[in-house]
């Protein structure tokens, strides 16, 4: 980091930029950025135009390519942050021991020897405390060996204690280059945890419009926002709307008869008994938005929540409010992988709570090294 700018970050397994945005907000200038899916570097350059985002799978890309094909060039890395596919070590996945997509968080591990950064911040399920542990020994032992630290124990964080309405727990790998300040985990808020309805209720009740039915964006008016949804409703003075007016990802689900009729005999806070959808409490907290799976792996389908006052599962635009995304924050137009980018995303919020600390790790180390000169 140069004096008076920006740290710069580097953003591996990337989606559509939940943690990306969280280290942004926390004043992080990302510059390069990248992901096998084609849905998510669409999405990714939506919500980060100026960043360099690459679509490849990990395992081919090197350090000196990431440099010489994005913005990121010969400038020096602050930090490399990434999610590597976790549901090899999810408790709600398979869990198979020989799954490839464990050896990811070794290409991460390799990422950060090749681009040699101050710090970095990886973040998994719960699981790789447990299933994932061998592979999660093996990571510590190679960054160690590479000239790495590992803040330890390694922590488990709650999206709910950095004022996400959504209870998500999930491990984050705090590292810092040797001579670096050692980086500290974020301190839970002392707020009040923001409420289904504070994040849901000003947003419109899609089955009112039949367009919804196609289109995915919403042309009307919103209700009147608590102040969680007031902060989500803000637009950045730089934002580009590259998706044309309206709200997105309000599309429809439409659902057969008596399927309303389950739903609408379940109460809040229940699992409808033959899908086993949860019904939303409006006066708590979400449950774990999950992400299902790709076609190469079961094409399974997370179960998504039932709306707290209407008989329909919520629409993507609500599971983003429920993440703490902004509803400028741009979403695949399809339930599928919408739900998807959401459930596998860091919620903004939480991923601002860690970037903060290490950017205070950063500045004490800049701050040490002025007194020293």
Same mark, same amino acid.
């Given at each position: 980091?140069t004096e ?14 939940g ?13 390069a ?14 919500n ?27 400038a ?22 020989g ?38 020994q ?32 999930r ?8 001579g670096?300040?050692? +980086? !500290?985990?974020?301190? &839970? ?5 923001? /409420? %289904?309805?504070? $994040? ?5 009740r ?25 902060e ?14 309206g709200?997105?990802g ?27 959808f ?24 997370? +179960? !998504?929540?039932?709306? &707290? ?5 919520? /629409? %993507?635009?609500? $599971? ?11 979403l ?9 980018q959401?459930?596998?995303?860091v919620p903004?919020?939480l ?23």
């Open positions: 980091m008076g700018s920006r740290p710069i970050g580097v953003d591996l397994f990337c989606g559509a930029g943690m990306s945005l969280g280290f942004h907000d926390a004043g992080f200038d990302v510059r950025a990248a992901d096998i899916l084609p849905q998510n570097v669409s999405s990714y350059r939506a980060f135009p100026r960043c360099g985002t690459l679509e490849l799978d990990i395992r081919g890309l090197t350090g000196k390519r990431l440099r010489a094909e994005t913005p990121l060039g010969n020096s890395v602050d930090v490399v942050l990434g999610g590597p596919p976790c549901q090899g070590f999810s408790i709600g996945g398979q869990r198979a021991v799954d490839l997509r464990n050896t990811l968080m070794m290409e991460f591990a390799r990422l950060v020897k090749e681009l040699e950064p101050r710090y970095f911040v990886l973040e998994n399920v719960s699981g790789l405390l447990t299933t994932g542990a061998a592979t999660l093996d990571f510590v032992a190679f960054v160690r060996r590479v000239g790495y630290e590992v803040v330890h124990p390694i922590s488990q964080l709650e999206a709910s204690d950095f004022g996400v309405p959504q209870r998500r727990q491990v984050f790998i705090l590292g810092w280059q040797r670096c300040q050692i +980086p !500290r985990y974020p301190e &839970p808020l002392t707020i009040p945890i923001p /409420t %289904v309805w504070d $994040a849901i209720s000003d947003l419109p899609v089955e009112k419009w039949p367009y919804l039915l196609t289109s995915d964006r919403y042309l009307g008016s919103l209700g009147e926002p608590s102040a969680y949804a007031a989500l409703r803000q637009v950045p003075q730089d934002f580009i709307n590259q998706e044309g007016s709200l997105g309000c599309l429809r689900t439409v659902h057969s008869a008596h399927v309303v009729e389950r739903f609408k005999t379940t109460k809040p806070g229940h699992r409808e008994p033959v899908s086993r949860l019904r939303l409490n409006k006066r708590g907290q979400a449950p774990t938005l999950r992400a299902g799976s790709g076609r190469d792996w079961g094409a399974f389908t997370a +179960p !998504r929540p039932i709306h &707290p006052t209407s008989n329909r599962c919520i /629409t %993507v635009r609500e $599971a983003a409010r429920l993440h703490s995304m902004p509803d400028w924050f741009s695949h137009p399809t339930r599928w992988h919408g739900f998807s959401v459930g596998n995303a903004p919020l991923a601002r709570a860690v970037a903060a600390e290490i950017m205070s790790a950063i500045q004490e180390s800049t701050a040490e090294r002025q007194r020293a000169s």
